[in-house]
């Protein structure tokens, strides 16, 4: 679970960080540490959802498979868009580059079909002809809709960001500097 957890972390913080650089967040969290050039703002913002929903499950009297099953399961929502969004991208990248594109196109619809079975195997399982997976109960019922909800309140968010900022949004993904770069130089003692 400590492993895990730090993945999630580190994962959110460079997401956390690089958004911030572009434009998406306050500059502060796309600053790094002045001496060890790691980005702490925003490994100490993506840390705290970590911390928050064990504490908050443990005060409701959850059980931790429980709690672990649930925001799993909302990670895995994420993990699925994310490979059905970059199945649909890379094509379209790839031809913006001029690269000979026709097995990716190929290749990106079909893992983007295989996303939206898997999404709806998690979603409805009981819809699926045969009875192959029994119907969600409990809380699993809900957890789709909550993955829609926040993948709902980040589009329209970077939507309003987008409008008031079409220079900047132009410009994501572009400017990269690695926090070495960033960092103001120390003077040796």
């Known amino acids: 679970m400590f492993a895990c957890t730090l993945a999630c972390i580190n994962a959110g913080a460079r997401l956390i960080y690089s958004m911030a650089r572009d434009g998406m967040g306050y500059s502060t969290i796309g600053s790094v540490h002045r001496v060890r050039s790691t980005p702490h703002i925003a490994i100490a913002v993506a840390a705290v959802p970590m911390i928050a929903v064990p504490i ?89 809709y909550i993955f829609l909800g926040w993948t709902a309140i980040g589009i329209v968010y970077y939507a309003i960001w987008q409008r008031r900022n079409p220079a900047k949004a132009a410009e994501v993904g572009n400017n990269y500097h690695t926090p070495e770069e960033e960092a103001e130089p120390v003077a040796a003692g």
């Open 56 to 144: 908050v499950t443990t005060i409701m009297n959850q059980a931790a498979v429980n709690a672990t099953g649930w925001v799993g399961s909302i990670a895995t929502f994420g993990f699925m868009l994310g490979y059905a969004l970059v199945g649909i991208g890379a094509p379209v990248f790839l031809r913006r580059v001029g690269a000979p594109a026709m097995l990716s196109w190929i290749l990106g619809l079909l893992g983007a079909a295989i996303m939206v079975f898997v999404f709806w195997a998690n979603w409805l399982p009981q819809t699926i002809p045969g009875n192959l997976f029994p119907p969600l109960t409990g809380a699993y019922i809900w957890l789709p």
